[in-house]
Nanobody
Framework: VRLVESGGGEVQPGGSLRLSCAAS????????MGWFRQAPGKEREGVSC?????????YYQDFAKDRFTVSRDTAKSTVYLQMNSLRPEDSAVYYC??????????????????????WGQGTQVTVSS
């Protein structure tokens, strides 16, 4: 199983970035996917979770609501995180996450790292003027 993030970088406050996570090594459509982030000196925290099917609405942590949008393209085995109105406190390494097909969506939205079965290597996002 391999998750590869891209799209990080440095932007000014109020700017936007779109992160991508390309998945391989498993049947992509069978997995709940998520985004987490970790700032220096802080624990890794959940950002968003998206379920296997298109009928369930994605979940977001409060800080991400109305600014971030998660989506997935099953044909490309890719999950995206569109981040708008970025703030300096959004600066962190952003990680793509995948859960085993036997997991439930509620496992992801616990926003804890223990239920996560697969991690990407992370991509740095820096928001600074």
């Amino acid at each position: 199983v391999r998750l590869v993030e891209s799209g990080g970088g440095e932007v000014q406050p109020g700017g936007s970035l779109r992160l991508s996570c390309a998945a391989s090594g498993f049947v992509y459509g069978d997995n709940i996917m998520g985004w987490f982030r970790q700032a220096p000196g802080k624990e890794r925290e959940g950002v968003s979770c998206i379920n296997k099917n298109a009928y369930d609405a994605p979940y977001y942590q409060d800080f991400a609501k109305d600014r971030f949008t998660v989506s997935r393209d099953t044909a490309k085995s890719t999950v995206y995180l569109q981040m708008n109105s970025l703030r300096p406190e959004d600066s962190a390494v952003y990680y793509c996450a995948a859960l085993h097909p036997s997991s439930l969506f509620r496992h992801c939205v616990l926003w804890r790292t223990e239920p996560i079965d697969y991690w990407g290597q992370g991509t740095q996002v820096t928001v600074s003027s």
